[in-house]
């Protein structure tokens, strides 16, 4: 039995993917911006919502469906894009956290930094809601194409990031002179010396990169100098308008913190209005979230599906964002902890901890249908 399958929680997983990876990719997964506010905050901050319970409810049946990009899921959560899942899984990356997500049907959604190809993404997850995510390159016809293959893939869903015209200033990535694909130096080499499983597996691996723009010339540059250079500050909301009509189903924008642009988001035909700080590696010091949720929720319609991230290490996390207004629930660094502890299994452990979780707090809190759940049984701590 692999380790990650008796990871009794996420952080077992992460103390997992700590010990597999060479440290400048552990702390990419890990990492945040700057001083690592948000990072840290985001996390703590869900123990601040305190719980109240309800007493002697019958709960002999747990309902945790939601809806998520306008189908129904088992569960009220689903897989957050995150770029180059090869980095943390040399062999398998996208293929073996799509395997999980389908195993208990859970929406995918796919990076348009994925570091294996559409297709193959599609055929390891056929029965599942797929999403992809879409940065705004300066050339257009990229996104247009980009739109067009994931559509004929399968891909029911879009989601336009909008957190990100510029990256973040990840500190830990620079001192560990550590790049996307990571380049040999005196630093990395002694970082990957020291995990030889995990260097095997690279050596033995097609080089990672964005595989879904080949014949794209990114001059040779890592990850952060493409979000530099190749995508566009001039973006605005015509153009986000422009994505969701040539896209012509579920729309997200992902990466709102405003109520003002919730609902200019709904105005430029998103069907789904996704709230993130993108985990904490984007400006610091954001507003956690959970915070956010109430002002953001009372300026949509019901029928506009609000979506939350950041920061969600266990079940709890969850139904209190869904408590706080969110529809449903993205997880990024849980799945990828488990990607990195044991590729699929350990995938298939984030999930099944947090599916775990949530059910059981149903229970604790005695509200047998996740769609039942509202603010009243939390309390903000003094
Ligand atoms: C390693 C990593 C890579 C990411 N890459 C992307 C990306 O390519 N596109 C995107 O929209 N968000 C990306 N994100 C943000 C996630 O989709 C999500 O918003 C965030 O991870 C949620 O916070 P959590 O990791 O604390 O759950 C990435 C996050 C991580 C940790």
């Known amino acids: 039995m692999g380790k990650a399958k008796s990871a009794i929680n996420i952080d077992d997983l992460r103390t997992l993917a700590k010990a597999r990876l060479p440290r400048m990719v552990f702390d990419y997964i890990d990492g945040g911006s700057e001083d690592e506010v948000t990072l840290r905050r985001q996390v703590d901050r869900y123990t601040d919502y305190e719980l109240q319970w309800n007493s002697l409810v019958d709960i002999s049946k747990i309902d945790t469906s939601a809806t998520v990009f306008g189908e129904r899921s088992p569960l009220p959560f689903f897989i957050s894009p995150t770029a180059a899942s090869r980095l943390f899984h040399p062999k398998e990356g996208e293929l073996a956290v799509a395997r999980a997500a389908q195993k208990v049907g859970i929406a995918y959604s796919a990076s348009t930094l994925a570091s294996q190809k559409l297709d193959a993404i599609a055929a390891a997850a ?9 940065y705004v390159w300066k050339d257009r016809g990229i996104v247009k194409e980009l739109m067009a293959r994931a559509k004929a893939a399968g891909f029911t869903g879009c989601v336009l990031t909008v957190d990100t015209i510029v990256a973040g200033a990840r500190e830990r990535d620079p001192r560990n002179r550590f790049t996307v694909p990571p380049k040999l130096n005196s630093k990395t080499i002694s970082q990957a010396l020291a995990k030889p499983g995990y260097l095997l597996d690279m050596f033995t691996s097609p080089t990672i990169g964005p595989v879904n723009f080949e014949g794209l010339d990114t001059g040779g540059q890592g990850i952060m100098n493409v979000i530099n250079d190749l995508f566009d500050r001039t973006m605005t909301w015509k153009d986000a308008e422009w994505m969701a009509n040539e896209w012509d189903g579920p729309f997200a924008i992902k990466g709102v913190a405003t109520k003002e642009d919730a609902v200019r988001a709904v105005d430029h035909g998103a069907s789904a209005v996704w709230v993130s700080n993108h985990g904490g590696r984007q400006i610091d010091t954001s507003v956690p979230v959970i915070d956010l949720l109430p002002e953001i929720r009372a300026v949509l319609s019901p029928k506009t599906e ?5 920061g969600v290490r266990r079940g709890s ?3 209190k964002l869904i408590a706080r207004g969110a529809t449903s629930v993205a997880i990024g660094r849980a799945y ?10 350990g995938v298939d452990r984030a999930i099944r901890i947090l599916k775990d979780d949530v059910e059981r707090g149903l229970g604790l809190l005695g509200v047998p249908r996740i769609a039942d759940l509202d603010g009243t049984l939390l309390r903000l701590r003094s």
């Open 126 to 134: 056929p029965d599942v809601p797929k999403i992809i995510q879409i």
């Open 306 to 310: 609000l979506i939350a991230d950041g």
């Open 317 to 319: 996390h969850i139904l």
């Open 336 to 345: 990828l902890y488990g990607l990195a502890a044991g590729g699929e299994e």
